[in-house]
């Protein structure tokens, strides 16, 4: 039986909440706000559970459907696990704020939108390479037992023809194939990094990289630099064992990285001797075409850089295909972790990834064009809707970093309490910091959009 973990009591919530009624709003979303904060200052831990509403209600002197909603949204928001029998928890540190729309635990009845993630739909050009696809393309592989510790041959093959063309000289032997980027980076860190050891990140960050770095069970010390100047580590700090870097469009800001941030990073690396992981999820999803970065391979000692990708982004969210680069014995070590996770990585999906690289890309000049033109449109939406908002223009990335010159959790707590699911800064944070920021999509219609940000939350 799981440890129950600590229980608060109604008091210590009570004293701990401070003047909670002030908040502009319901008194639910101003409780759930309240609460989100407490969790995000980490003044409220995981495994902590809160207490009975029941008791709540009467400690605060409000109706018990006011707490019960309060809870709810905390719930949908991800801020606290809902179980029967066990009441609510705390939920870990940096686990990503969301949940599945069609999630019954969500805590809400109806889900108008989901802008809390940025994962894209499939474009024209992918769906016509699966419409293509021949049953002959899977044959051979169904007269085997399916497992590849390393990935399909074909496929390795492919990414590494791919990497080559578009800059990165590599072969098959460099490619573990994964479960997508995600998986690929919780494989690397869980691999490499040691128990107490010190991993830096930018910051704000990939609040995936967040998720993995607190929940691989190795007690890791996160550090942040900040995103836009990585000679910090040149400058006398503590040296980090890992350096978590995305190299090509930053994630939230959608910014695009210099060759200078760049050559600075692989500097201090080659003189330090860490290891960096190199994310290039974004790599094709650059808006203008003049611009090419290369990425960090011929600038880091190559015992010193593994690189992540993935065909998510190019192709479908719900093609969960990615890969890490590196020298084969660091391939070799990270494969062995991977096959007490999952075995091997579906062979259907790499199949499917294998004929989607042979047109790649003309499918990345058609996702690069769609979402140049969605991140205009939804600057517009955005300044058009909400003149006070402060948006930085994307120059790449399926995202919109917007500074709302308010309380994020605020606001998020509030859509939420609506049914619109909103990512606000602190979950991008290793600091918790960015607390007047929120990360938009922007591949829904500008109509749409301009509907749920003219809503009155």
């Not at 605060?60 to 809870?71: D, I, N, P």
């Not at 994964?178 to 919780?186: D, K, R």
């Not at 990585?230 to 980090?240: E, I, K, M, Q, S």
Request: hydrophobic share 40%.
């Amino acid at each position: 039986m799981r440890d129950p973990g600590p229980q608060l009591s109604a008091r210590e919530l009570a004293s701990m909440l401070g003047t909670w009624r002030s908040h502009d709003g319901t008194l639910s979303i101003g409780l759930a706000t309240a609460i989100a904060h407490l969790v995000e200052s980490g003044e409220l831990r995981s495994g902590v559970r809160l207490p009975a509403q029941r008791v709540l209600a009467a400690e605060l002197e409000v109706a018990r459907g006011t707490v019960t909603t309060a809870y709810e949204i905390l719930a949908g928001g991800g801020y606290v696990t809902a179980e029967v029998g066990r009441g609510s928890t705390v939920s870990p540190p940096n686990k990503p704020r969301l949940r599945p729309l069609d999630d019954p635990g969500s805590g809400l009845s109806s889900v108008v939108a989901d802008l809390s993630t940025q994962s894209l739909p499939a474009g024209g050009t992918f769906v016509d390479v699966l419409e293509r696809m021949r049953s002959n393309s899977l044959r051979p592989y169904l007269e085997t037992d399916g497992h590849n510790a390393f990935g399909l041959a074909a496929l390795r093959n492919a990414v590494a023809r791919y990497l080559t063309v578009g800059g990165t000289p590599t072969v098959p032997e460099q490619i573990l194939i994964t479960a997508g980027a995600q998986q690929a980076l919780w494989l690397t860190v869980f691999a490499l990094a040691e128990t107490g050891d010190t991993i830096m990140v930018e910051d704000p960050t990939y609040r995936g990289i967040l998720a993995v770095l607190a929940g691989c069970g190795r007690d890791l010390r996160v550090d942040a630099l900040p995103w836009s100047d990585y000679t910090l580590t040149r400058r006398g700090r503590h040296g980090p064992a890992m350096v978590y870097a995305q190299s090509s469009v930053h994630s939230p800001t959608g910014l695009v990285r210099s060759e200078e941030m760049l050559l600075d990073l692989a500097e201090s690396a080659n003189r330090q001797g860490f290891l960096v992981i190199e994310d290039r999820s974004t790599a094709d999803l650059i808006f203008d075409p003049e611009i090419q970065t290369s990425g960090l391979a011929g600038h880091i000692a190559p015992d010193k850089l593994l690189t992540v990708g993935t065909l998510s982004k190019l192709f479908w969210g719900g093609l969960r295909v990615g890969w890490i680069r590196g020298e084969p014995a660091m391939i070799a070590r990270v494969a062995d972790v991977k096959q007490t996770i999952d075995v091997t990585t579906s062979v259907l999906d790499q199949v499917v990834a294998s004929e989607a690289l042979l047109g790649a890309r003309a499918i990345a000049e058609e996702r690069r064009r769609s979402l140049m033109d969605h991140a205009a449109a939804t600057v517009g939406v955005v300044r058009r809707c909400r003149p006070e908002w402060n948006p930085l223009p994307p120059e790449g990335g399926s995202g919109l970093w917007v500074d709302i010159h308010s309380d994020a959790i605020d606001y998020a707590m509030a859509a939420q309490a609506s049914g619109i699911r909103i990512a606000a800064g602190p979950a991008f944070s290793a600091t918790r910091g960015f607390d007047t920021h929120i990360r938009l999509p922007i591949w829904h219609p500008a109509d749409d959009l301009a509907e749920l940000l003219s809503s009155p939350v």
